[in-house]
């Protein structure tokens, strides 16, 4: 039997739980009060599990090709996006930033960077800190920042308005994306705020949507990640396409029309 391994995080006053995943030969799952919040397939850094996650990735895959990137991930959870990116991306300058020490200690311990226990030896840099009032102490801009904190209604109030997507956008390189994931459950009412939110900072003609086509009915609970261009540059026609082809599938993107309609509805 494979050994749970779990540690009291004092910050929430709830416990991580990480377990092997036996779908896979060197995978495993991180839990925060019982709740599932990672997948990380150490064998494989480029197996990115969740359908969520990996349609941000698809996203990162097509900015700057084949370049190292500089990444800002807000919300370092299981680092499996960092993960992905040294491994896709060699040379790859990332920051990762959590409120948890614990559960950042926990993570690197047990399911450690590449061959070694610090962060540092794979190009992460890792902060403790909240997620907006470490954005002045950065230095520089992005290729990619990945926001991904929320779930659902309770998150807090300081990360869901306009003006922290308008920091966020502020610190996006010429071309770069900030990627979001919004989890909720019908009617998707956090989520609708959130999108709405976002659009006053990134035009809809710099937006997109990403989820199951079946999200965008608002009648299911799960996964929405927005993506938006910096500095008001349109969002690539090509992308779409690529978009739709990578899956997972059912795939569905919306930009334009289409995401003007969403963002109508109550």
Excluded: C
């Excluded at 998150?155 to 770069?176: F, K, V």
């Amino acid at each position: 039997m494979a050994r749970l391994r779990t540690r009291y995080l004092p910050v929430t006053h709830t416990h991580a739980v990480i377990e092997r995943d036996p779908r896979f030969e060197d995978a495993h799952i991180v839990s925060v009060g019982g709740a599932e919040q990672s997948h990380v397939d150490l064998g494989d850094p480029a197996h990115v599990f969740y359908e969520y996650l990996r349609r941000a990735a698809n996203v990162v895959d097509l900015v700057r090709p084949g370049e190292p990137l500089r990444a800002l991930h807000l919300g370092a959870g299981g680092f499996t996006l960092p993960r992905y990116i040294a491994h896709t991306r060699p040379g790859s300058a990332q920051i990762a930033v959590d409120i948890d020490p614990d559960l950042l200690d926990f993570v690197l311990t047990e399911l450690p960077l590449g061959d070694a226990t610090q962060a540092d030896d794979a190009g992460i840099s890792v902060l403790i800190d909240d997620a907006r009032a470490v954005l002045p102490t950065l230095d520089g801009t992005f290729d990619i920042i990945m926001l991904d904190i929320f779930s659902g209604e309770d998150a807090p109030e300081h990360l869901t308005e306009p003006s922290y997507y308008a920091e966020l956008e502020r610190l996006l390189t010429p071309g770069g994306v900030l990627l979001v994931n919004i989890g909720d459950d019908p009617p998707l009412r956090f989520a609708s705020t959130q999108m709405r939110a976002f659009s006053r900072a990134f035009p809809l003609s710099s937006t997109a949507a990403l989820a199951s086509p079946s999200m965008f009915t608002r009648a299911l609970p799960g996964n929405i990640v927005l993506a938006g261009l910096g500095n008001g540059e349109p969002w690539p026609k090509g992308w779409t396409s690529s978009l739709l082809a990578r899956g997972p599938h059912p795939a569905g993107v919306l930009v334009g029309g289409d995401l003007r309609e969403l963002l109508s509805r109550p």
